[in-house]
């Protein structure tokens, strides 16, 4: 991966975006310090759909359930015996 500081990528933009086509992924540094990667779409692409989780993944998860269905026992209010006349 090659690396680029900020103003060089901005001045030198389509020979940046010809490197990553080409070349793969190319990382922007600001002050030295790497601060984003310029992909191609593709990849891109394939990342993200990697990313996301199956609706199956979703449906077994624990987080997926906000709360319980069933109320824990003994905690259930009960209705008062209506007397008959």
């Not at 394939?46 to 709360?67: G, I, N, T, V, Y």
């Not at 269905?69 to 008959?84: I, K, M, S, T, W």
Request: proline share 8%; charged share 25%; net charge positive.
């Amino acid at each position: 991966m090659h690396t680029w500081p900020v103003q060089d990528a901005k001045a030198r933009f389509s020979e940046f975006l010809d490197a990553c086509l080409s070349e793969g992924p190319q990382v922007v540094t600001r002050r030295g310090t790497e601060t984003a990667v310029l992909v191609p779409i593709g990849e891109w692409r394939r990342l993200q759909a990697a990313a996301r989780p199956s609706l199956k993944q979703l449906l077994l998860a624990d987080s997926a359930r906000a709360e319980p269905l069933v109320p824990e026992r003994g905690n259930a209010r009960r209705r008062q015996p209506v007397a008959f006349r």
